[in-house]
């Protein structure tokens, strides 16, 4: 090891930023708050605040910071800019000298809101038009995969089931309309797709168009009539009661709560994804998730927010095909080197990534070189990275965050009986 090289890592630690939005769970309880401390000695939870969101990566609003013995620490961006090469060929030539793609851990406490996020062509007008409101053009397809149990909802449900709330949920029907209910009745017996989604569409439009009072006035009837299923002891899964209290809870009177009855409620065990892809209507409800997403700051709200709401772009934007709820999981490709692993690589030049699952007692294992600059996270365990341009291996613990440059191959010990290590690594996705 020549002292050049060790000045010049390839393979280095980041020092991350957390972001306390208010619907992140509290303290101790916050899977960030937890991998935060872990791996910064400085970092104290307070009992009180919210932790919401890990941020690994170059965007601008919570930069990752470099971390190498000797040198003061810097943004990862300008790291990479001083560094051209270590991105990858590709991802140099295509993404002009940036990472494309923001590694995150999330932890939920209460509901995301209802959103989609818009194509790259949409994405460009719409920051044309409004970069007051989508500040930048690019798309913002997006991959959450859970680290303990997770709830959302994603994508429409097929329109036989919507329609059998319809028909259940008198709440339902005055909220959307009876004329556009009877549409959609009707239309659920068709075998004509085009039909089917225009009778979806106009469904949902009129429920976010819904008048306030309206909302308000069927909520409340059928809150109580799910408070009442639920003192009877009868099953609450023909109202999707306890789905639909919560979110009621969180935002009185909204009428989100409504799309409990339009949209699939997915539920992740750790290790199981999804991948939301451009205007494809979701929300996150509860749990902790790794999430990968293209650089960009672009969603469309209509519900279950305090944000700024847009509700005529989102309905007209949104892919109002039904599908069964086992088709919202994203099924990863399972794979063998020196230790199992998944790869998750969705349909987007943006990004990849890969869950490692080691073994106990396995003292070794490598990650493999790519063309692609990539960004790791140990979510359990502790042992050494290695890399020909270290001076010495790092310390790898729970939490601990590392870049690996392209072209750079790690290798990670794990003394004595371990008890294993769960990693995840991040990298641009057309690899």
């Not at 892809?277 to 293209?294: F, Q, V």
């Amino acid at each position: 090891m020549t002292s050049s090289m060790a000045a010049n890592p390839q393979v280095f630690k980041l020092r991350c930023g957390v972001q306390e939005y208010d619907w992140g769970k509290i303290g101790l309880n916050s899977e960030v708050a937890s991998l935060k401390a872990g791996a910064d000695p400085d970092f104290r939870i307070d009992p009180t605040k919210t932790y919401a969101e890990l941020w690994m990566g170059t965007h601008p609003n919570c930069p990752s910071m470099v971390v190498i013995p000797g040198q003061e620490e810097k943004p990862l961006i300008d790291w990479v800019n001083e560094h051209p090469d270590s991105l990858g060929s590709e991802v140099k030539d295509y993404y002009k000298g940036s990472l494309p793609f923001l590694f995150k851990v999330l932890s939920v406490r209460t509901s995301l809101s209802i959103q989609a996020h818009p194509n790259k062509v949409h994405a460009e007008m719409l920051h044309k038009s409004r970069p007051d409101l989508y500040k930048d053009p690019n798309h913002k397809p997006e991959m959450a995969i859970a680290l303990t149990p997770f709830l959302g909802l994603c994508g429409f449900r097929p329109i036989k089931e919507v329609a059998r709330f319809m028909e259940q949920i008198e709440e339902l029907r005055n909220a959307v309309g009876q004329k556009h209910a009877i549409k959609l009745i009707t239309a659920s017996r068709s075998i004509d797709p085009p039909l089917q989604r225009e009778a979806m569409k106009d469904c949902f439009s009129a429920l976010m168009e819904s008048h306030k009072d309206t909302v308000k006035n069927e909520l409340k009837s059928l809150v109580q009539r799910v408070h009442d299923t639920k003192n009877r002891g009868d099953d609450l899964k023909p109202l999707e009661g306890d789905i639909m209290l919560k979110l009621n809870k969180e935002f009185p009177d909204d009428a989100g709560a409504f799309c409990v009855y339009f949209l699939n409620v997915v539920r992740l065990e750790p290790g199981e994804a999804m991948f939301l892809e451009a205007n494809l209507p979701h929300a996150y409800l509860s749990g902790d998730c790794m999430e990968c997403m293209a650089c960009s700051d672009n969603v469309v709200r209509a519900g279950l927010t305090h944000k700024y709401i847009d509700k005529h772009t989102l309905v007209e934007m949104l892919d109002y095909t039904g599908r069964p709820v086992n088709r919202t999981k994203f099924q990863g490709i399972q794979d063998k080197q020196d230790v199992p692993f998944t790869i998750f690589r969705p349909p987007v030049p943006d990004f990849g990534v890969s869950r490692y699952e080691v073994p106990s007692g396995t003292p070794e294992f490598k990650l493999p070189s790519i063309n692609s600059a990539s960004i790791c996270i140990v979510i359990n365990g502790s042992g050494n990275a290695s890399n020909s341009t270290l001076g010495a291996p790092l310390n790898l613990c729970r939490g601990s965050v590392f870049f690996v440059a392209a072209q750079q191959e790690v290798n990670v010990s794990i003394p004595g009986q371990g008890e294993g290590m769960l990693l995840f690594r991040a990298y641009a996705g057309f690899l």
